[in-house]
């Protein structure tokens, strides 16, 4: 399988994997059970209970349903964006082209955390907010991606032939500038992938409007870091699992070294 | 820069920097108009004052809100240059004082994490070099894969939990300032490790092409003494551009790190300011980034035209 496709896969079954944990739980995750707080590790709560008794497992499952949403939102908003900049700053060229890229490289510059927090400060912290926040703060390195790889297509002889054969821009755009972009943007989509939750888990730890009735990975730990003397699994479990997840999408694309992207990879600061 | 394109001279680099501030400035004045409610209101609620058709009026005319959009901006302008940032209504201190007061605590976190950085990559990116696929070579990249799925904060929480809790070396939240910065300035290292390393390595090993370096072999010099003697200097050159965005990002970026070790630096005053709705601190906050990033930029721009003379043609 291509490295594309394995990628993809992976990211589609991790996923399916998420929306269906925050779909069933074995308990009520929001059943109050103070006659069993920071109960161990037990048949009935395989990773042990809260400090209100509340089941862990079911909350990190429900929990799981925010972070796949956040990927699926900052995915395709990334993606679309930067494709339709990247690609029509290729095609326009001149003043509007070079203004576009200027604007894509503006947007890398500011640090992808600080622009994400003003946003969720303003319009609260949900998976949705913190999704298009983290999304119109990454497009950057998708456009300027896509606008190398629409240069490098409009400049091969086929595009050239079907140019002189009078087919028109749109039409390049459509048949060739876009099917050839996407197939390396999606490459690089899927090892974005795990950047996103780690980003997303720093927004809800730091908790910037945040409503905490949702149970969430990053609020979790944000909620139970007063437990690290006492019930230090608390913290445990959700930070597991923020990192398996973001492990396994990384490990599941690598970027390929020297590719024309390389050097704009999006960078993440979250130290 | 890209590759076939001129750097700008003064008056580009003028105007650029200038364009920029502008668009940050109105962001940041725009903030207070974003906010969810009257800000005028969430000021009097935040600070226990009356809230009646008078006090509000009274402050809508001291803070320029009955004048038209653009006489406010120039208002807000105005004063957030000449000093008035604007009060912090939960510590009720002059929010210019208060950045004035943790800036070093957050410039001592970054710049020490980085250094500790600067200092660790260079041999490590050299071992990885002079034998890649050897120990130092998986030991970075180790580095590199754990620092990308961890997130900084559970390291944090984890470091705090093995040094103060279990070995009892360190104090995490009490002692004196030099202490607690001990753990915060660990991980912000490992945190930039990774891909300095990777740099300062792929800068080797691109120099280990060169017919220089296969001269340098022919003269007789084994592996890490040819990298080292024709080869680190790139690589020195290459770990300064990294460095760059380093720089830039460090002073905001370690915002995580400030909140979860209970560092008292700008970002951690942002984090509870903005809990507590004090939106003035979010304004003076974008601007300080938005000014730290353009000097580190610009600053990297005249070093590169100093140390490379091919740049400045």
Known sequence: MSGRGRGL??????????????????????AIDLASRHAPISPSHPMGTDHLGRDLLSRMMLGAGNTAMVIVIVASLSFGLGTLVGVTAGLARGPIGSALIRTAEFVIAVPTLILALTITTLFGLSPVTAGLALGLATWGPYALLAHALTLRTLGQPHVLAARSLGVGRAGVAARHVVPETTDTLLT????DAGRTVVSYASLAFLGLGAETSQPDWGAMLFE???????????????????????????????????????????????? | MRDGETRPGPVGWLIRSATLLAVVSVAAFAVLHAVPGDPV?????VQNLPVTPETVAALRAEWGLDRPLAA??????????????????RTTRPILEEFGRRLPVSMALGFGGLALAVIVAVPLGFAAAARPGGLADRLARAVTV?????????????????????????????GPLAERLVLPILIVALYSLGSLTRVYRAELLAAVETPMYRTARAKGLSRPEAIWRHCHRRGLFGLVAALTPEFGWVIGGTAVTEVVFGLPGISQFLVESVGARDYFVLQAYIVVIAVWMLAVFTVADLAGRLLDPRVSR
């Open chain 1, 9 to 30: 896969t992976a990211l589609g079954l991790l996923l399916a994997g998420l929306a269906l944990a925050s779909l069933w739980q074995p308990q009520d995750p929001f």
């Open chain 2, 41 to 45: 209101i969430i000021a009097l609620s």
């Open chain 2, 146 to 174: 754990l620092t990308q799925a961890v997130p900084a904060f559970w390291l944090g929480l984890v470091a705090i939990w093995l040094f103060a809790v279990e070995l009892g070396i360190l104090q995490a939240f009490t």
């Open chain 2, 72 to 89: 406010q901006y120039l208002h807000w302008l105005t004063g957030f240059l000449s000093g008035d940032w604007g009060v912090s209504f």
């Open chain 1, 188 to 191: 690089y989509l899927a090892s």
């Open chain 1, 224 to 271: 139970y870091r007063g437990y690290v003397f006492d019930a230090p699994m608390l913290l445990i479990w959700p930070g597991l699992a923020i990192t398996l997840t973001a492990l396994t999408l990384n490990l599941a694309l690598e970027p390929r070294p020297g590719h024309p992207g390389s050097r704009h990879r999006p960078k993440l600061k979250e130290t």
